[in-house]
Structure formats: structure tokens, C-alpha cells
């Protein structure tokens, strides 16, 4: 269980929502690729995390060896996660959503993540 000291806004997309570089938003990006069933699970999982105080490693998972956390989706045979960091301890940042496709979190995923990161600690 991991244990959220304040409630935590996840930060998307769209609107008052963070965009990574230029107007693109990865994470609205693979929404909008995913079939819509998937789309509700993402969703249910992400309004889970913004309302519950203890979460369930089944959902939210801190990356060893990093300074991110995922946000764990397990849809029909499929895995999915969204890299994402703490901005000033309560705001959950995004960065993009991926297929896992191997045990371990690909290294490809994470040092995107700290690419979109860093634009992030860059710009604000």
C-alpha cells in the first residue's frame, strides 16, 4: 500500500492540464489512440488515485532505482502504465503511457519520462 499524505490532483492533458513540449500531450495522445473500454479503465484507475489516500501497489507503484512512480493498468491480457513524478509532494505530473510488454519497465520508458522531466522542471 503507499499512502498519499494529501489528496492528489493527477495533472493530464486538456485545459487547466500540463502539455509537454509544444502543445503535445503524450498521455492525452494515447488516450485518444486507446480503444474506449480501455479509455474508461484508464480513467477509473486515474480517479481512483485523485480520491483515495492508500493506494494498492496494484495501482500505484513506486519505479526502484528512479524518482518516479507508475500508475499500474491491467486490462483484459494487457499491462499499461503512466510514468509520473510528485510535483511539491501532492501533485501527481504525468508523463506518457505505455504497453508493458516485459517484467521489468523497459529503460527506453524511464529516460523518456525524465526527458519530459526535465522540460518540466525547465519550464516551471
Known sequence: MIFISEYANIYLCSGRYFFIEKNKCPVEDFLDSSPEDLKLKIIFVFKLIETERVLSKKFFKKLSGTNFYEIRIEWKSNIYRFPCFFEKNKLIVLTHG????????????????????????RRF
Open 98 to 121: 505505455f504497453q508493458k510488454k516485459t517484467e521489468k519497465t523497459p529503460r527506453k520508458e524511464i529516460l523518456i519520462a525524465e526527458q519530459y522531466y526535465n522540460d518540466y522542471k
